[in-house]
């Protein structure tokens, strides 16, 4: 197969996690918790299929190609854990752990938190004062609760899928977390 063909399939899988897998995820998280929502599920499968289709395998293609040049590796020797020194110091499966992991962090998911919101509650009567401060204490929590789990999956994703699939596994991962989410919702309410 072409290079043309090589990315074409990573396109069509792309736009499949997209528009499917992430949407799927979180339809399951609402039927768990007996919470569903036409318009949620429609803004959750317009974000995956455009943002989140391109900006998660943009980053992963950044995560893959980033380089730390000599005299930043001089400078700052602490660096060198994060870096191969074969290939011209690229991250290696740490770097790039770290850096999908921070990829996910507090503000991502307040900000997917919030599309949520406006895609559930009339825009009368959203609150925004409340409502950021509640996504931004929500998403911290929710990145911290489950730092072990997403930094050992992204290990996974990161340093055992090719560069064309990890996006593919970042979906899989956060179908995983929102049916976990949902799961302990009804256990610990």
Avoid at 99 to 105: C, D, I, K, S, V
Avoid at 128 to 137: A, D, F, K, V
């Amino acid at each position: 197969m072409g290079e043309s063909g090589h990315r074409g399939g990573s396109k069509l899988l792309n736009h499949f996690v997209g528009w499917v897998l992430y949407p799927m995820g979180d339809l399951i998280g609402q039927l768990i918790t007996g919470e569903f929502s036409l318009a949620r599920t429609i803004v959750i499968m317009i974000l995956g299929g455009t943002f989140y289709r391109i900006e998660i395998p943009y980053w992963f293609h950044r995560l893959e190609t980033f380089t730390v040049s000599d005299e930043t590796l001089a400078k700052h020797p602490p660096l060198e854990m994060l870096t191969t020194r074969v290939q011209h110091n690229y991250l290696n499966w740490l770097g790039k752990t770290l850096g999908a992991t921070a990829y996910f962090n507090p503000l991502w998911m307040a900000r997917h938190m919030l599309f949520i919101t406006c895609a559930t509650t009339p825009f009368s009567q959203i609150e925004w004062g409340s409502t950021l401060l509640h996504c931004l204490r929500t998403g911290s929590i929710s990145f911290l609760t489950n730092l072990p789990i997403t930094f050992a999956a992204n290990y996974f994703i990161q340093a055992h899928l090719p560069l064309k699939r990890r996006f593919l596994g970042s979906a899989l991962l956060t179908m995983t977390l929102t049916i976990k989410y949902a799961v302990e919702y009804r256990i610990f309410s």
